[in-house]
Structures are given as C-alpha cells and as structure tokens.
C-alpha cells in the first residue's frame, strides 16, 4: 500500500504563490508518476499538473500553464507543486495522485491513479 501525504496549503491573496509537497511511503513502486489535481465546492475532481517517473515529461492543464511547475525530489518518492500568480478560481482541496508507470509515462486522468493523499486547501482571496 502506498500512503501519501500532502502538505503546504493555504490562505494567500490573488498573485502570490505557495508551493505544496506530497511524500509518498509504504510499499512503493520501482517506477511511478505522480500528479495532482485539484476539487472546488460543488465541482468534479479536476487535472492541474502530472510529471513521468524519469521526470523528463511534466504535463499542464491549460488554466494552470505558465503559472505552475510540477517537480520531484532527487529521491523521486516527493513531488512539489510550485503556483506562482494565484488566482481566486485557483481556490480548491489539491490531491496528490501516484501509480505505477515507467520511463517517460505521464497519467493525467482521474481514474489514471488508484492511490491519493488526503488533499491541503488552497484559498486565495482577492
């Protein structure tokens, strides 16, 4: 079982950033690509951001190009999403996603992932 954790979420105004971390544990994969997503009141679960295990494909959703970066950590079981120009729309519960995938696999779908973290609020105000 893999157990994720996300952590730095937050309250910040319209254009400031933050940056969130997901570690994952437990019985790990040899190889897995990560994403996140991102769930507003009374909206589905919906893609942000995905990065492949070999970390040389990242994929953005269109809302967040530009103003987010996906990355991992030299040990690849952390990945960090920096958001810089935060916008209210941007306002959501943001969820960690693993599973397993090789090389240069990006997943970018919901049903793409069997494991989550809890998901950290993400509040911008404008």
């Known amino acids: 079982q893999v157990q994720l954790v996300e952590s730095g979420g937050g309250l910040v105004q319209a254009g400031g950033s933050l940056r969130l971390s997901c570690a994952a544990s437990?019985?790990?994969?040899?190889?897995?690509?990560m994403g996140w997503f991102r769930q507003a009141p009374g909206k589905e679960r919906e893609f942000v951001a995905a990065i492949s295990w070999s970390t040389a494909r990242t994929f953005y959703a269109d809302s967040v190009k530009g103003r987010f970066t996906i990355s991992r950590g030299n040990a690849k079981n952390t990945v960090y999403l920096q958001m810089n120009s935060l916008k209210p729309e941007d306002t959501a519960v943001y969820y960690c996603?693993?599973?397993?995938?090789?090389?240069?696999?990006?997943?970018?779908?919901?049903?793409?992932?069997?494991?989550w973290g809890q998901g950290t609020q993400v509040t911008v105000s404008s």
């Open positions: 437990g019985r790990t994969f040899s190889s897995y690509a």
């Open positions: 996603a693993a599973d397993y995938a090789e090389g240069h696999v990006v997943i970018i779908t919901t049903v793409g992932y069997d494991y």
